[in-house]
């Protein structure tokens, strides 16, 4: 049997349903590998030793989760960050967007919606000073960002891992499975998410909306464009924004909307609003990300 054992850090628990969503399949997983120690559905306090496959869900915010993390990697054979909070820092990385005392205080002395109270000094484990990704304290030996991982990814990935196989891994964009058409139409507007009504069947960027599909690693069926809603980018970057030093997920859609509208690229970048949020959303914890030439997230963060 192979031994598996699955650590959440700072997240919401949402890869860990994603998990359970494999439903019926996941009987299948069962009968070659035995959850050894997984603490959002049982009682386990310590992480045994003698795991084969790790999978470690959320970001790392806090000295525990550091420590959590580091003896899970001491005691896995293969460490798999699963989630894109652990590939990039995901949504939990936007508090970098505040230093720790400004997080602090809201959430308790300056909370509009709670009573005031004091900052907790004990038990509670101590803020770093900004949020990192998995691969920033110890070696990752696979990544499968979403938020959370579609089921069908999951099952393609953990099955063949299990028997010892390699998993076949989508490499394309969300644009690449959008069936809505691109096309080039002038306009002198970008448009925020919550104004007007998009055209059905029509790309979100020839409306002058901003949508992160072409940036986005796409293993989700593009669910939320074929929706009608323009892409997040909660799947991270796109392989070849990974791969090109000089490719960002700002620069790249600021240059795809100034193609499709002919608006000049400075005209683009005067009317993009909320950089932080819109663009950097589910990645700006992330080191790969903040080091390159071209972003924006070192102006943005606060250490």
Same mark, same amino acid.
């Given at each position: 049997?192979?031994?598996?054992?699955?650590?959440?850090?700072?997240?919401?628990?949402?890869?860990? %349903?994603?998990?359970?969503?494999?439903? #019926?399949? @996941?009987?299948? !997983?069962? $009968? =070659?590998?035995?959850?050894?120690? +997984?603490?959002?559905?049982?009682?386990?306090?310590?992480?045994?030793?003698?795991?084969?496959?790790?999978?470690?869900?959320?970001? %790392?915010?806090?000295?525990?989760?550091? #420590?959590? @993390?580091?003896? !899970?990697? $001491? =005691?896995?054979?293969?460490?798999? +960050?699963?989630?894109?909070?652990?590939?990039?820092?995901?949504?939990?990385?936007?508090?970098?967007?505040?230093?720790?005392?400004? %997080?602090?205080?809201?959430?308790?002395?300056?909370?509009?919606?709670?009573?005031?109270?004091?900052?907790?000094?004990?038990?509670?484990?101590?803020?770093?000073?900004?949020?990192?990704?998995?691969?920033?304290?110890?070696?990752?030996?696979?990544?499968?960002?979403?938020?959370?991982?579609?089921?069908?990814?999951?099952?393609?990935?953990?099955?063949?891992?299990?028997?010892?196989?390699?998993?076949d891994v989508p490499k394309k964009s969300v644009c690449a499975d959008c069936h809505r058409e691109m096309e080039h139409v002038e306009f002198d507007k970008i448009?925020?998410?919550?104004?007007?009504?998009?055209?059905?069947?029509?790309?979100?960027?020839?409306?002058?909306?901003?949508?992160?599909?072409?940036?986005?690693?796409?293993?989700?069926?593009?669910?939320?464009?074929?929706?009608?809603?323009?892409?997040?980018?909660?799947?991270?970057?796109?392989?070849?924004?990974?791969?090109?030093?000089?490719?960002?997920?700002?620069?790249?859609?600021?240059?795809?909307?100034?193609?499709?509208?002919?608006m000049p690229e400075k005209e683009v970048e005067k009317q993009m609003y909320d950089i932080g949020h819109i663009m950097y959303g589910f990645v700006i914890g992330?080191?790969?990300?903040?080091?390159?030439?071209?972003?924006?997230?070192?102006?943005?963060?606060?250490?």
């Amino acid at each position: 049997m192979v031994n598996i054992a699955i650590e959440t850090l700072a997240s919401c628990d949402g890869c860990e %349903v994603s998990i359970l969503d494999l439903h #019926e399949d @996941l009987l299948k !997983l069962l $009968e =070659k590998a035995d959850i050894v120690s +997984a603490p959002v559905i049982m009682d386990i306090k310590e992480i045994p030793d003698n795991v084969d496959i790790a999978i470690v869900t959320g970001s %790392v915010r806090n000295k525990e989760n550091k #420590e959590r @993390l580091e003896e !899970l990697r $001491e =005691k896995s054979k293969v460490l798999i +960050a699963y989630g894109t909070c652990a590939c990039y820092g995901g949504i939990t990385g936007m508090a970098d967007l505040y230093t720790p005392e400004e %997080v602090m205080s809201r959430s308790f002395t300056d909370n509009p919606s709670t009573e005031p109270a004091e900052l907790p000094n004990e038990v509670v484990p101590e803020l770093l000073s900004i949020v990192h990704p998995a691969a920033d304290f110890t070696q990752i030996d696979g990544f499968i960002p979403g938020c959370p991982p579609k089921e069908q990814l999951t099952h393609d990935i953990l099955i063949p891992l299990i028997n010892n196989e390699a998993p076949d891994v989508p490499k394309k964009s969300v644009c690449a499975d959008c069936h809505r058409e691109m096309e080039h139409v002038e306009f002198d507007k970008i448009q925020r998410r919550i104004e007007g009504d998009p055209e059905q069947g029509k790309c979100f960027l020839s409306q002058g909306y901003v949508c992160l599909g072409s940036v986005t690693l796409g293993r989700c069926g593009a669910l939320c464009t074929e929706a009608g809603v323009a892409c997040h980018g909660c799947g991270g970057p796109s392989l070849d924004v990974l791969r090109e030093p000089s490719h960002d997920i700002y620069n790249g859609v600021i240059k795809r909307i100034s193609h499709l509208s002919k608006m000049p690229e400075k005209e683009v970048e005067k009317q993009m609003y909320d950089i932080g949020h819109i663009m950097y959303g589910f990645v700006i914890g992330s080191t790969i990300m903040e080091e390159k030439q071209v972003s924006m997230i070192p102006q943005l963060v606060k250490k």
